[in-house]
């Protein structure tokens, strides 16, 4: 399975896949989840089977994740803090959490996020810089 980005009910969604390892309905499903919980708005995070055909209807969009696997396994780990890309301060690293089958909630370190002016963005994945 694969995640795209797109339109939360547009005509135009100016569909992209997000730059992430294959991955079985299981993780793109907890991926995309917390994608949506972490960055609500107006675009949506989709679970889509590997043969899925983008919508790329549409202005361009910045892209969110710029980096691909070999990159990023090279990259940094990300750590605590993060110096903002948009506005120079540090910010903390925020986690989410992984939903066990029974339930229960572990912290996660898969997708690690940042607030800046009231917005979330991502800082990393699996504890590496994006
Ligand atoms: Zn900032």
């Known amino acids: 399975m694969k995640i795209i980005e797109t339109d939360n009910g547009s005509g135009y969604p100016d569909e ?8 079985n309905e299981e993780a793109a499903g907890a991926i995309s989840d917390v994608l949506n919980n972490k960055l609500p708005g107006k675009r949506l995070w989709k679970m889509v089977k590997d043969d899925y055909i983008l919508n790329t209807i549409g202005p361009p969009n910045k892209t969110i994740l710029r980096r691909n696997n070999d990159e990023l396994g090279k990259s940094d780990n990300i750590g605590e803090i993060i110096k903002c890309p ?8 925020e986690y989410g959490e992984q939903v066990l089958k029974d339930g229960t909630k572990i912290p996660s370190k898969l997708l690690g996020f940042y607030t ?7 800082a990393g994945i699996n504890g590496k810089k994006i």
Do not use: E
């Open 16 to 23: 992209k896949f997000i730059n992430l390892p294959r991955m």
């Open 116 to 122: 800046c002016g009231g917005a979330k963005y991502i």
């Open 86 to 93: 948009n506005c120079q301060q540090i910010h903390n690293i």
